[in-house]
């Protein structure tokens, strides 16, 4: 089983950038796909974006699209998700998942992902 651990969540104020880390131990998360995903207070969980396992193609929601990026280091078993220009509206807990399947697609269901990490609060002040 992989479990997930992410770190580098914060308080940050409008238009600054921030940096996710999702580090995977156990078994290897570097054969899947990898999925972000956030929820604010009172908000169903809402996908943020999936990257594929070799991390050459990605897919993101359109409220993030062309402010987050997703990499990932297969030496570190490490993904990460790289938010600029933050929003008040990105206010929410990031959580990174494993999708269920080791195959090259992206996925953006909640469904679709099996392990899921406990999740880092951003918090983004105007």
């Known amino acids: 089983q992989v479990q997930l651990v992410e770190s580098g969540g914060g308080l940050v104020q409008a238009g600054d950038f921030l940096r996710l880390s999702c580090t995977g131990s156990?078994?290897?998360?570097?054969?899947?796909?990898m999925g972000w995903f956030r929820q604010a207070p009172g908000q169903e969980r809402e996908f943020v974006g999936c990257?594929?396992?070799?991390?050459?193609?990605?897919l993101y929601a359109d409220s993030v699209k062309g402010r987050f990026t997703i990499s990932r280091d297969h030496s570190k078993e490490t993904v990460y998700l790289h938010m600029h220009s933050l929003k008040p509206d990105d206010t929410a807990v990031y959580y990174c998942?494993?999708?269920?399947?080791?195959?090259?697609?992206?996925?953006?269901?909640?469904?679709?992902?099996?392990?899921w990490g406990q999740g880092t609060q951003v918090t983004v002040s105007s």
């Open positions: 990257v594929n396992w070799n991390g050459a193609s990605a």
């Open positions: 156990g078994r290897t998360l570097n054969v899947f796909s």
């Open positions: 998942a494993k999708s269920r399947l080791n195959d090259d697609n992206l996925y953006r269901a909640i469904g679709d992902f099996d392990t």
